[in-house]
């Protein structure tokens, strides 16, 4: 069996999409309404969850099965792990969640590897909507595990008939194509925000592609993997729907409209820490630069545009 920790969108939607295969354990800190009503209201109403998912708030439950996919927000996967490290101890664990930590510069994969080194550690991630996964729409993820046999057995266990899982060995890239994509998908919600255009969109999304491309390669990642889902792919889907949090920030951004403070938008912690990296080690990231620049406050949308049409002229 499989278990899902974390009862948000995401973490719903795999469970019901798993649930067609085996039975699941999905666990929520507040389980009654999901239990009761067999249905995530708060963050996937519409959606109802199959006979074969067990909603559980007992965590020593979830825990038992052989593989976890926990779906709770980055910043706060470290703790969660170390909270009840002993438990996950020579677990198979598969991160379902996008960013760079920003007190430490790691992704996903890389948190669980260092708090529990005992754990076979995995990240879940691509161009995909919870309500998409959760619809029975058809949805390509990619499932990158160092171990490669891990990997395979993973892929099987987790593919079912509307998620087809592609895998990769290069969990660095498939960390940072996840998570780097945000960073540019809150650019290009500023751009349309600000009434800028498809054309600076489009823009933004290849430069910002550049950006990511080169960030990669400076954590030793390989560039190709940025291709694939977990890059390009993920890259496409987040810089053009609002089903995006992060495309939806950058757009109250950029037309100066509120946006949900409780809203956990991963691209912004995101773009803070890569442009601490950038600075330190002199990486060019300008698109990365402006977003932080919107975010805290010293730069508007005309400057930020500005900045980059005015920086010197350059090959492609």
Known sequence: MVSVLGGGAFGTALA???AQKSPVILWARAPEDMAQNRENKARLPGCELPEAITVTGDLALAIKDDILLVA?????????????ADAFTGKTIV?????????????????????IPSATSAILTGPSFAADIARGLPTALTLACAEDAAGARLQQALTTAN?????????AGAELGGALKNVVAIACGAAMGAGLGESARAALMTRGFAEMQRFAAHR????ATLSGLSGFGDLTLTCTSQQSRNYRLGLALGSGSDFDASTTVEGAATARAMHEVAVKNALEMPITAAVTGLLDGSLDVKSAMASLLNRPLKEE
């Open 16 to 18: 019901i999409s798993l």
């Open 95 to 115: 991160a379902c969640c996008k960013g760079i930590e920003l007190s430490t510069g790691a992704g996903p994969a890389t948190v669980i590897a260092e708090t």
């Open 72 to 84: 709770v927000p980055l910043q706060s996967l470290r703790g969660f792990l170390a909270g009840h």
């Open 220 to 223: 030793h990642a390989d560039p």
């Open 163 to 171: 998620l087809r899982i592609y895998r990769t060995t290069d969990t």
